[in-house]
């Protein structure tokens, strides 16, 4: 798993001097539960500041579908993939909302951040 970083690409911010905030979704997210083997679903929402690059989509897409036969936790996969998308883009500030479908008769909902020293927002 630890290659897929490799997947990402990014593209030049054109107004570094601005804080902005991007928002992306993926009503697609797909994984295995590493007990069972059933798959998990879950959309995931991206919020970021970027400092000097932003992710590209196409790159975003196959990156996460890069997990579709990885059996992991919930936990483990959101803030792998916060540490991923951090240490591509730089950013200043990352935030991610991972909202996992109904297994068992409960839901979860995982959110991680990540604020680049010295930034608040």
């Not at 069972?36 to 879950?42: K, L």
Request: a negative charge; aromatic letters at 14%.
């Amino acid at each position: 798993m630890d290659d897929k970083i490799k997947l990402l690409e990014t593209f030049e911010n054109h107004f570094p001097e601005r804080d902005f905030t991007i928002l992306h979704t993926c009503h697609e997210f797909t994984s295995l539960c590493p007990k069972t083997g059933h798959p998990d679903f879950a959309v995931i929402d991206f919020e970021y500041i970027p400092e000097l690059l932003c992710v590209e989509l196409k790159s975003l897409k196959i990156y996460l579908q890069s997990f579709r036969n990885d059996g992991i936790f919930y936990e483990h996969i959101t803030n792998k993939i916060l540490n991923d998308l951090v240490a591509a883009t730089q950013p200043r500030y990352f935030k991610i909302q991972a909202k996992f479908g109904v297994r068992g008769g409960i839901s979860s909902i995982i959110t991680v951040e990540h604020f680049k020293e010295g930034y608040r927002k």
